[in-house]
T-cell receptor, first 111, second 111 residues
Framework: NAGVTQTPKFRVLKTGQSMTLLCAQD?????MYWYRQDPGMGLRLIHY???????AKGEVPDGYNVSRLKKQNFLLGLESAAPSQTSVYFC??????????FGPGTRLTVL | SQQGEEDPQALSIQEGENATMNCSYK?????LQWYRQNSGRGLVHLILIRSNEREKHSGRLRVTLDTSKKSSSLLITASRAADTASYFC???????????FGTGTRLKVLA
């Protein structure tokens, strides 16, 4: 099993550009999450999904959109990137009552 | 706002010593997870403890949970230089699996 994978690993955007981060998991997990981590900080939950076709807001959802069209994929979109969105983004997945598994992260810089 | 707060923020010990870090949270939880993050890397899950459990062990790790005090502790025994990392607790509450992370404890084990 590949576990949780994220693409791309690195990206540099200019202010106002858009992009989509892709997360895929092959563990048949119900729940998926997107977090961001800023230097010296813990992780903050952006959006999450409790099943295919469902999404919900986390702690810091503004400026992001998500979609879960397939159970194994969870997409994070930035419609108009801002420098404040410079961060490392982590995707995670979990079964309903088990441990959460994290992807390796995507390092995003917005100039 | 952060649900979990780790204490201390930073800890430096000698190899072979035990390391204890604490996590306090604000609201009733379903379960609590501890994670390790090596510098610049993704998160690795260590232990999940459910709200009806008081203690769990995994190798050199021991986690306790006191729901009356809304706190948990992670003990690493006989620490090694390879244990140098940041450690985070994450809690899910309100019947959801929306995990909220604390700000972490940075552990440094000196050889």
């Amino acid at each position: 099993n590949a576990g949780v994978t994220q693409t791309p690993k690195f990206r540099v955007l200019k202010t106002g550009q858009s992009m989509t981060l892709l997360c895929a998991q092959d563990m048949n997990h119900e729940y998926m999450y997107w977090y961001r981590q800023d230097p010296g900080m813990g992780l903050r939950l952006i959006h999450y999904s409790v099943g295919e076709g469902t999404t919900a807001k986390g702690e810091v959802p503004d400026g992001y959109n998500v979609s879960r069209l397939k159970k194994q994929n969870f997409l994070l979109g930035l419609e108009s990137a801002a420098p404040s969105q410079t961060s490392v983004y982590f995707c995670a997945s979990s079964p309903r009552t088990g441990l959460t598994f994290f992807g390796p992260g995507t390092r995003l810089t917005v100039l | 706002s952060q649900q979990g707060e780790e204490d201390p923020q930073a800890l430096s010990i000698q190899e072979g010593e035990n390391a204890t870090m604490n996590c306090s949270y604000k609201t009733s939880i379903n379960n609590l997870q501890w994670y390790r993050q090596n510098s610049g890397r993704g998160l690795v899950h260590l232990i999940l403890i459910r709200s009806n459990e008081r203690e769990k062990h995994s190798g050199r790790l021991r986690v306790t949970l006191d729901t009356s005090k809304k706190s948990s502790s992670l003990l690493i025994t006989a620490s090694r230089a390879a244990d140098t990392a940041s450690y985070f607790c994450a809690t899910a509450s309100g019947g959801t699996y929306k995990y909220i992370f604390g700000t972490g404890t940075r552990l440094k084990v000196l050889a």
